[in-house]
């Protein structure tokens, strides 16, 4: 038996765009395109809010006035008991006379000489983080029991899309906080593509590939804009090399010990490369961590005393060394407050200097670094 398309086929290009949305304003444009080219409308809109604390986002495709999603008889019907999926905005009166001469029609539909609207409600756990509003003239008449199938046909190919861009929001704030997190750490980390592009690069490594460039002095007086080292990247075009004769080994990291590449001048300057497989299935090629040392810095911090343990480019005054070695000794604030002769104001102060500087979060982090 030959079956029936359940969605227009002339829609599909619009829902691959629908689903292929990866922000607020590509969802939107592509609600608009589908929408359109599915029913005649005059006007529709769009209510995000999949946060409560966050404020809510609205979109309209002509001018509207403030409150519309937040009026009396669409907040009666969201606060009502089912959660229903698919309004239409005549449905929330007794009659239609009643809707002509209310308040809700004469400030919101009226002036876009509008007669006849739907609204499709999106929910999570019985709250509402999305409206889509879909209004008309009176030319173009009411909504069919055909073209309220077509919207409650749409409805889950709407909700796919969102729980998608939700995931993708999620997903970019998480990444943006690790990549904030990473950016504070003193280690020099770089991430290479399999074609030797930057994937990241922190703040730490830039400092490094300065002062492998340029030397420690020169390095202090200038922006950290150096390129990563030829040296590096000619060993990384080595792995390459190794990696593809080996046949893409389903593990590449255990047919490969870490390289490391010192500095032609400077030998206290060392890069380890390691050729990292982040696909469990071997599929995708691997990609290059590298983390970067000061064998210099890391020989004083392990023999010095504490003010010489600190991080590459970092200078802390005498107090601010005194407030990180007593940290180090276990001694609470107030503690190093009657050591040190200051006021429990000053060590929180120099404390939270100490840790800008260090670039540490923590006094934890700041007891490991100084070890």
């Known amino acids: 038996m030959k079956r029936e398309a359940v969605i227009d086929p002339s829609l599909e290009k619009t829902l691959l765009s629908l689903h292929a949305a990866m922000n607020v304003g590509s969802f939107w444009k592509a609600i608009q395109q589908l929408l359109s080219a599915a029913i005649p409308n005059r006007l529709i809109g769009l209510m995000l809010q999949p946060n409560p604390i966050l404020p809510m986002i609205a979109r309209w495709t002509s001018p509207m006035r403030d409150g ?3 009026a009396e008889p669409l907040k009666n019907c969201v606060a009502g008991r089912p959660r229903k999926k698919l309004v239409r905005i005549s449905d929330l009166f007794s009659n ?3 809707l002509m001469k209310s308040v809700f029609y004469r400030r919101y539909m009226s002036p876009q000489k509008c007669a006849h609207g739907v609204c499709l409600f999106f929910w999570k756990r019985q709250r509402l983080i999305c409206v889509i509003a879909f209004m008309r003239t009176a030319t173009q008449g009411d909504f069919s029991r055909a073209e309220m199938n077509l ?3 749409l409805y889950p190919q709407f909700l796919t899309a969102l729980c998608r861009l939700r995931s993708l929001e999620r997903e970019h704030s998480l990444r943006l906080d690790l990549e904030g997190f990473l ?5 020099p980390t770089i991430l290479l593509r ?7 690069q922190n703040r730490a490594a830039r400092d490094f590939c300065a002062v492998w460039e340029k030397g420690p002095e020169d390095a202090q007086l200038t922006k950290a804009t150096s390129p990563i080292p030829s040296e590096i990247l000619d060993r990384c075009r080595l792995l390459k090399q190794q990696w593809a004769h080996a ?3 389903i593990a590449p990291q255990t047919g490969f010990k870490e390289e490391r590449v010192h500095h032609p001048r400077l030998p206290h300057l060392r890069a380890t490369i390691d050729l990292k497989q982040l696909s469990s299935c071997g599929v995708a090629q691997p990609h290059f961590l590298i983390e970067c040392e000061d064998l210099r810095r890391d020989a004083a911090r392990a023999t010095g005393p504490a003010s010489s343990s600190l991080p590459h480019l970092v200078r802390l005054t005498r107090r601010e060394q005194e407030v990180a070695r007593l940290v180090c000794e276990g001694r609470s604030n107030q503690e190093i407050a009657d050591d040190a002769c200051l006021s429990l104001p000053m060590v929180k102060k120099h404390l939270h200097a ?5 670039e540490v979060p923590s006094r934890s982090r700041l007891i490991a670094l100084m070890r």
């Open 68 to 70: 519309f999603f937040t």
């Open 194 to 200: 399999w074609n030797l592009k930057p994937i990241y």
């Open 151 to 153: 919207l409650r046909q």
């Open 247 to 249: 046949q893409r080994p």
């Open 96 to 98: 239609r006379s009643s």
């Open 354 to 358: 100490v840790f800008r500087k260090l």
């Open 183 to 187: 950016s504070r750490l003193p280690l």
